[in-house]
């Protein structure tokens, strides 16, 4: 049985009406069909080959070297159908102007997020140098990312036709709802993740040809919305409401958020799950932007060779990192300082972690924290325990969720995180038993489960998280091919 909740809810559940013909051919249908045991899939759910949205020779090479790594044959398949997933079914590649366009929905749901469209390709970036037409896709998703970034730099989903209006519910949300902008909910990481990809594709390739005057004018425009989001002089321009007044889809105070002291930090009024920050100082994505910034200031700096727009970047990473220093930390009631995962600035600071990425427990995966980082080890383990309210210990796993798809729903993707982020075998088997198990014999990572309930599930088309699962096996691979040797 899937989770299927009213589009008058969140961006994940906000389903997509009258999706286009082309987008439902590229659904993975099989996950609807009969399914097997949970996590005994054998055979294929990828679509027909001339049904896939983008092959790539050096991504089918990939698989096939790493799936013939597997000894685990459900955990095998699970890989092969996942890995591509996001080539299979979401890439839309065009031109515009000459120059490489690649459109990137999220699954279900026929919208372009900034951070889902990152993470999705991120996977792939090690492949670049062997396949061009896969660099093309790279220019073009970054390309891409910067026009909509252009559109509005407060925006976090956008749609494919830059001057058509929302079709999602987003279109009655009282804010700025300009054309071409799906949904506007401000949320730090998603100018963060197009930095990080930027970064990993030039250090992979360094091909200059995405890193044009207008990617140039986009990244300025998103550091200096970073600056007016630390609100130092005024609340600047950005207010948000919606009609839909439950809490996590508002702001308060008319749009504004809860209020701060402005102590260099800046504000997220949303956090990566598309739900409204209790405090507005996110401490996960204002870590990742420190490391974003930075990321940025190199490409200025090596492809570009723009000294000042690198030396801009700099100085707003070291403000920021010294308010995190000064600010974003609280104490873990045993006499030690965790990372909080939001504060204020007034003192006030709140502990819990959310299994959308940046998350506290993904810190290492975004260059936000050394994986062997005291304070950051502190701060995972005290997420993975009872102190963290969203975190659920069930039947079927234990895992952290959030409050997005409500109390007692494991999201994969933090047992994914806990697998990259661990160097303990034990520990990893068991989140590999645990992905493999709570499939539901769909083949695929699901957006959340039922703690006791693999079959209760939300959405069976969700690229960000079977990316995720593929970026695990190839982590795996490289620091622990042991146990990939081994059987779940």
Same mark, same amino acid.
């Given at each position: 049985?899937?989770?299927?909740?009213?589009?008058?809810?969140?961006?994940?559940?906000?389903?997509?009406?009258?999706?286009?013909?082309?987008?439902?051919?590229?659904?993975?249908?099989?996950?609807?069909?009969?399914?097997? /045991?949970?996590?005994?899939?054998?055979?294929?759910?990828?679509?027909?080959?001339?049904?896939?949205?983008?092959?790539?020779?050096?991504?089918?090479?990939?698989?096939?070297?790493?799936?013939?790594? *597997?000894?685990?044959?459900?955990?095998?398949?699970?890989?092969?159908?996942?890995?591509?997933?996001?080539?299979?079914?979401?890439?839309? +590649?065009?031109?515009?102007?000459?120059?490489?366009?690649?459109?990137?929905?999220?699954?279900?749901?026929?919208?372009?997020?900034?951070?889902?469209?990152?993470?999705?390709?991120?996977?792939?970036?090690?492949?670049?140098?062997?396949?061009?037409?896969?660099?093309?896709?790279?220019?073009?998703?970054?390309?891409?990312?910067?026009?909509?970034?252009?559109?509005?730099?407060?925006?976090?989903?956008?749609?494919?036709?830059?001057?058509?209006?929302?079709?999602?519910?987003?279109?009655?949300?009282?804010?700025?709802?300009?054309?071409?902008?799906?949904?506007?909910?401000?949320?730090?990481?998603?100018?963060?993740?197009?930095?990080?990809?930027?970064?990993?594709?030039?250090?992979?390739?360094?091909?200059?040809?995405?890193?044009?005057?207008?990617?140039?004018?986009?990244?300025?425009?998103?550091?200096?919305?970073?600056?007016?989001?630390?609100?130092?002089?005024?609340?600047?321009?950005?207010?948000?409401?919606?009609?839909?007044?439950?809490?996590?889809?508002?702001?308060?105070?008319?749009?504004?958020?809860?209020?701060?002291?402005?102590?260099?930090?800046?504000?997220?009024?949303?956090?990566?799950?598309?739900?409204?920050?209790?405090?507005?100082?996110? *401490?996960?994505?204002?870590?990742?932007?420190?490391?974003?910034?930075?990321?940025?200031?190199?490409?200025?700096?090596?492809?570009?060779?723009?000294?000042? /727009?690198?030396?801009?970047? *700099?100085?707003? /990473?070291?403000?920021?990192?010294?308010?995190?220093? /000064?600010?974003?930390?609280?104490?873990?009631?045993?006499?030690?300082?965790?990372?909080?995962?939001?504060?204020?600035?007034?003192?006030?600071?709140?502990?819990?972690?959310?299994?959308?990425?940046?998350?506290?427990?993904?810190?290492?995966?975004?260059?936000?924290?050394?994986?062997?980082?005291?304070?950051?080890?502190?701060?995972?383990?005290?997420?993975?325990?009872?102190?963290?309210?969203?975190?659920? +210990?069930? +039947?079927?796993?234990?895992?952290?969720?959030?409050?997005?798809?409500?109390?007692?729903?494991?999201?994969?993707?933090?047992?994914?995180?806990?697998?990259?982020?661990?160097?303990?075998?034990?520990?990893?088997?068991?989140?590999?038993?645990?992905?493999?198990?709570?499939?539901?014999?769909?083949?695929?990572?699901?957006?959340?489960?039922?703690?006791?309930?693999?079959?209760?599930?939300?959405?069976?088309?969700?690229?960000?998280?079977?990316?995720?699962?593929?970026?695990?096996?190839?982590?795996?691979?490289?620091?622990?091919?042991?146990?990939?040797?081994?059987?779940?």
């Amino acid at each position: 049985m899937t989770d299927r909740p009213s589009a008058s809810l969140g961006r994940r559940d906000l389903l997509i009406a009258g999706a286009s013909s082309a987008s439902l051919l590229a659904f993975p249908g099989t996950a609807f069909a009969a399914t097997l /045991a949970p996590g005994e899939a054998t055979a294929s759910r990828r679509p027909p080959r001339n049904q896939r949205r983008f092959v790539s020779p050096a991504v089918e090479r990939e698989i096939s070297r790493v799936k013939a790594r *597997i000894a685990d044959p459900g955990l095998a398949q699970l890989f092969e159908n996942c890995y591509p997933n996001t080539l299979d079914t979401t890439v839309f +590649t065009s031109t515009i102007d000459g120059k490489p366009d690649t459109f990137v929905i999220t699954g279900d749901i026929e919208a372009m997020w900034l951070r889902d469209s990152s993470a999705q390709l991120q996977t792939y970036v090690h492949l670049c140098r062997q396949d061009p037409a896969l660099r093309r896709l790279f220019q073009g998703v970054i390309q891409r990312q910067a026009r909509c970034i252009l559109i509005d730099s407060y925006a976090n989903a956008f749609m494919a036709d830059p001057t058509a209006k929302s079709n999602l519910g987003a279109i009655t949300d009282m804010t700025e709802m300009r054309p071409g902008v799906a949904e506007r909910k401000w949320e730090l990481d998603s100018l963060c993740y197009p930095m990080r990809l930027a970064h990993a594709y030039w250090s992979e390739t360094k091909d200059t040809v995405p890193f044009d005057g207008l990617w140039a004018k986009a990244m300025a425009r998103a550091v200096a919305t970073m600056r007016e989001q630390q609100r130092k002089t005024n609340d600047g321009p950005y207010k948000f409401e919606r009609v839909n007044r439950h809490a996590t889809e508002t702001l308060m105070l008319k749009g504004i958020g809860a209020p701060t002291s402005k102590v260099g930090l800046i504000h997220s009024m949303f956090r990566p799950s598309d739900d409204a920050c209790t405090l507005p100082f996110l *401490i996960p994505s204002n870590l990742f932007a420190v490391a974003a910034l930075r990321m940025l200031a190199k490409i200025h700096a090596e492809a570009r060779h723009d000294t000042a /727009a690198a030396a801009d970047c *700099i100085a707003l /990473a070291d403000e920021v990192d010294a308010a995190l220093k /000064a600010h974003g930390q609280m104490d873990d009631g045993k006499g030690s300082k965790v990372w909080a995962f939001e504060v204020d600035g007034f003192g006030n600071a709140i502990f819990m972690d959310d299994a959308n990425v940046p998350s506290l427990s993904a810190l290492p995966l975004l260059g936000a924290a050394p994986r062997t980082d005291p304070l950051y080890r502190r701060t995972r383990a005290l997420a993975w325990s009872t102190r963290n309210p969203y975190f659920f +210990t069930g +039947t079927a796993a234990d895992g952290i969720g959030g409050p997005h798809k409500g109390l007692g729903m494991i999201w994969p993707m933090s047992i994914i995180v806990r697998a990259m982020t661990s160097d303990d075998d034990t520990e990893i088997r068991q989140c590999l038993k645990w992905l493999k198990t709570t499939d539901a014999g769909t083949g695929f990572i699901h957006e959340s489960f039922d703690k006791d309930d693999p079959a209760r599930f939300s959405r069976p088309w969700f690229a960000w998280a079977n990316g995720l699962f593929g970026d695990l096996i190839l982590d795996l691979e490289r620091r622990r091919p042991a146990l990939l040797a081994e059987r779940f």
